[in-house]
């Protein structure tokens, strides 16, 4: 989606090895999200964030860091990957109260072997 | 944030409208809601939202009942590029987390 991107799009890596995936935006917009998508549990929250430095945990954050150094990035880290982290990440971005509304990202295929 | 119930699946035939029903019979007063599509492998893409009254955008509309109790959404001319999950969300506003389900399959046929 135009003003929010996300890399890489896929990565495989192997058990143990910590990952860093990334999402920027030039939307200026202070919220950002982490979200996981798996079959049959629909996408679930991991981490968000409300501010640079100000992060916060979703339902499914064991595992995962997040830093907010700048307003225009969320990192996400897996600190140590495991085969239940395979999944697909998606980032996503909001303004309230001027826009409710959340703008995702395309995704990032994450496989660990 | 309430619940929200949906169909599984739906087909549509291209050109006719998709109407695409959600129950929330548990909705608060002050929860909106929301629908959300994703097409195959892209993220999620916001449609519409609303409260109490019906709304309409250049996408669809959102038919509200006056109970508030379930709500559809009304896709008027279904183009095959409308084949996606779409997903009936509520949440109060400020809320930091959308709660997605399983939404429903909207497959249009040619």
């Known amino acids: 989606d135009a003003g929010i991107t996300q890399s890489p799009r896929h990565k495989v890596t192997e058990t143990g090895t910590p990952v860093t995936l990334r999402c920027h935006q030039t939307?200026?917009?202070?919220?950002m999200y982490w979200y996981r998508q798996d079959p049959g549990h629909g996408l679930r929250l991991i981490h968000y964030?409300?501010?640079?430095?100000?992060?916060d945990k979703g339902e499914v954050s064991d595992g995962y860091s997040v830093s907010r150094s700048k307003t225009e990035d969320f990192l996400l880290t897996l600190e140590s990957a495991t085969s239940s982290q395979t999944s697909v990440y998606f980032c996503?971005?909001?303004?309230?109260?001027?826009?409710?509304?959340?703008?995702f990202g395309s995704g990032t295929r994450l496989t660990v072997v | 944030d309430a619940k929200t119930t949906q169909p599984p699946s739906m087909d549509c035939a291209e050109g006719r409208a998709a109407n695409l029903p959600c129950n929330h019979s548990?909705?608060?007063?002050?929860?909106?809601v929301y629908w959300y599509r994703q097409i195959h492998s892209q993220g999620p893409q916001y449609i519409i939202h609303?409260?109490?009254n019906n709304e309409t955008n250049e996408m669809a509309s959102l038919i509200i009942t006056e109970d508030r109790k379930s709500s559809t959404l009304i896709l008027p001319h279904a183009t095959l590029r409308d084949t996606a999950v779409y997903y009936c969300?509520?949440?109060?506003?400020?809320?930091?987390?959308?709660?997605f389900g399983t939404g429903t399959r909207l497959t249009v046929i040619p």
């Open positions: 548990t909705i608060s007063g002050n929860e909106y």
């Open positions: 609303g409260l109490k």
């Open positions: 939307e200026n917009h202070r919220y």
């Open positions: 964030s409300y501010g640079v430095k100000d992060t």
């Open positions: 969300i509520v949440r109060l506003t400020g809320a930091n987390n959308l709660f």
């Open positions: 996503a971005i909001s303004d309230p109260p001027a826009n409710y509304g959340y703008t």
